[in-house]
């Protein structure tokens, strides 16, 4: 079945630090994908998507690059700032599966100044 | 805009209770969504429905029932409480005319069975 794996965290940086978390997944066909953010006391809210492959999703300065060839979507930013500090799941949409998701298992991450 | 709202935000429950956890989307949203969050497992979902009077199963569905009582509503109820659904409980929904991805979430419930 379908399935996605990140890295696990968390993971802790500086302020202004790059960010990488890695996203790989398994799927029939060619999915859709997405990265969600969960910030503390909240639900989740959409971050970036990428429909095919080569496309590079990006919002607030965070992009991923739908990388078939390796079936990874990894998510980046520059410069990271405390208000980022928050859970990111990585996800996947199946071709004909409507809008169900199916999600990674979450990569805290904590920015300290 | 209120967007998903759920209640109860918190309950704790004894072994072989019941509750329902309630959940109301003011966005016309066709699709609904019930996922469970365990650390280290991420979401799963439970059940949803893809549209008002349907409802399926999703990942983790034993222990659960659900009821569309509307297009707004979509209520998650646990018969008979057990420890191993101790977890934070989601609903969602999306615009099933847009096949996006984009699931909008509510604050969670976070549920402690004993």
């Known amino acids: 079945g379908d399935s996605v794996t990140q890295m696990e965290g968390p993971v802790t940086l500086s302020e202004e630090a790059f960010l990488t978390i890695n996203c790989t997944y398994t799927a029939t066909g060619y999915p859709s994908l997405f990265w969600y953010v969960q910030y503390p006391g909240e639900g989740l809210q959409l971050l970036l998507k990428a429909t095919k492959a080569d496309d590079k999703g990006s919002n607030k300065g965070f992009e991923a690059t739908y990388r078939k060839e390796t079936t990874s979507f990894h998510l980046e930013k520059g410069s990271v700032q405390v208000s980022d500090s928050a859970v990111y799941f990585c996800a996947l949409r199946r071709p004909g599966g409507g809008n169900k998701l199916t999600f990674g298992t979450g990569t805290q991450l904590k920015v300290e100044l | 805009n209120a967007g998903v709202t759920q209640t109860p935000k918190f309950q704790v429950l004894k072994t072989g209770q019941s509750m329902t956890l309630q959940c109301a989307q003011d966005?016309?949203?066709?699709?609904m969504y019930w996922y469970r969050q365990d650390p280290g497992m991420g979401l799963r979902l439970i059940y949803y429905s893809a549209s008002e009077g349907t409802t399926d199963k999703g990942e983790v569905p034993n222990g659960y029932n659900v009821s569309r009582l509307n297009k707004r509503e979509f209520s998650l109820r646990l018969e008979s409480a057990a420890p191993s659904q101790t977890s934070v409980y989601f609903c969602?929904?999306?615009?099933?005319?847009?096949?996006?991805?984009?699931?909008?979430f509510g604050e969670g419930s976070r549920l402690t069975v004993l």
């Open positions: 966005m016309n949203h066709n699709s």
């Open positions: 969602a929904s999306s615009d099933m005319g847009q096949i996006t991805g984009e699931l909008f």
